[in-house]
Structures are given as structure tokens and as C-alpha cells.
């Protein structure tokens, strides 16, 4: 059994940052591809970052390359979505899914397990 659990939204001004946590437990990870999701009131689940335990590209959405980080850190099995520059496009509640393989993907529906989603508010 998979377990994933965020932390770390909440209410920030346009032009700050936040940062994101994923707590993953139940299995070892060495061949899961791990990403970060979002969405906003009233629109699809979208892609924002993505990376794989075992090391490898990382992979970002245009609409946040260059202002979020995705991170790892494989003894904690934590993955971490540094995000800075906000804005109020980027309000939506952010999730953290994990994929039984190491092939990435943007497809939300290729994403077998899923955290409760944490929100973020950008005010302007």
C-alpha cells in the first residue's frame, strides 16, 4: 500500500514563494516516477513537475519552468516542489501522485496513486 501526504500550502502574496512536500511511505521507490499536479477551480488536473527516485531528467510544465523546483530526497523518501515568483495563476491545490514506473509522463491517468492535495492561494 502507497501513501502519499503533502504539506506546505497555504496563502502567499503574488511574487512569493512556497514550498511543497510529499511524504511518501508503504513501498520502495527505486523505479517510481513521482510528479506534482495541480488544479484550479473549475479545470483539469494538469501536470507541473515530475522526476524519478532513481535519478534522472526532470521534467516541468512550460508554465512553471523557471520558477519551480522539484526536488527529491531518496533516505526521506520526501519529494519537495520548491515554488517561487507566484502568481495568481497558480492558485489551484497541488498534488503529489507516484507511478509504478520509471517512464515519465504528463498523463494524470497514468498516475496510479494520488496524496489529498494541499491548496495554494496566490493573492495579487
Known amino acids: 500500500q502507497v501513501q502519499l501526504v503533502e504539506s506546505g500550502g497555504g496563502l502567499v502574496q503574488a511574487g512569493g514563494s512556497l514550498r511543497l512536500s510529499c511524504a511518501a511511505s508503504?513501498?520502495?521507490?527505486?523505479?517510481?516516477?513521482m510528479g506534482w499536479f495541480r488544479q484550479a477551480p473549475g479545470k483539469e488536473r494538469e501536470f507541473v513537475a515530475g522526476?524519478?527516485?532513481?535519478?534522472?531528467?526532470?521534467v516541468y510544465a512550460d508554465s512553471v519552468k523557471c520558477r519551480f523546483i522539484i526536488s527529491k530526497d531518496n533516505a526521506k523518501h520526501t519529494v519537495d516542489l520548491q515554488m517561487n515568483s507566484l502568481n495568481p495563476d497558480d492558485t489551484a491545490v497541488y498534488y503529489c501522485?507516484?507511478?509504478?514506473?520509471?517512464?515519465?509522463?504528463?498523463?494524470?491517468?497514468?498516475?496510479?496513486?494520488w496524496g489529498q492535495g494541499t491548496p495554494v492561494t496566490v493573492s495579487s
Open positions: 522526476t524519478r527516485w532513481g535519478g534522472g531528467t526532470t
Open positions: 508503504g513501498r520502495t521507490f527505486s523505479f517510481w516516477y
Open positions: 501522485a507516484a507511478r509504478n514506473s520509471p517512464v515519465m509522463t504528463t498523463s494524470r491517468f497514468l498516475y496510479g496513486y
